[in-house]
């Protein structure tokens, strides 16, 4: 049988992205139990898929990016969807990838390493 389990007319139904912005949402919130200071200000977003081809620093299609303050905008970080959804093996994985993904770019924003901002980092998104 393929199609939905849950109809789209109830409650429970979210789409893919919707979970995926859950999984993001959670990841933030656990961060910021010990860094709230830190994050204020802070926007936090997902995109579909990177605007643009990897940076010269970059390997491969990014899956996350950190845009530092500039002139009128906030620090901004960015997770893409589809670049993490296709790596991740099963809902715990993508969970826990994204999860990485976010700290990774948290670290890059407070100039730490990513095992400080995260003493449960995986290390390899």
Known sequence: MRGQVIPSTVPAYRTRAERFD???LAAVEQLEKRWAKQLEGTEFAVEEV????????ERGVPLGRYFPA??????????YRRPVESRAEDVADLADLVRD?????????????PDEVDPDY????
């Open 70 to 79: 500039d002139v009128g905008l906030p620090a901004r970080i960015v997770v």
């Open 101 to 113: 993904i976010v700290v990774e770019q948290v670290a890059h924003l407070l100039e730490r390493d």
């Open 122 to 125: 995986r290390g390899g998104a």
């Open 22 to 24: 859950e999984m993001v």
């Open 50 to 57: 990177p605007p643009s081809g990897p940076a010269p620093w």
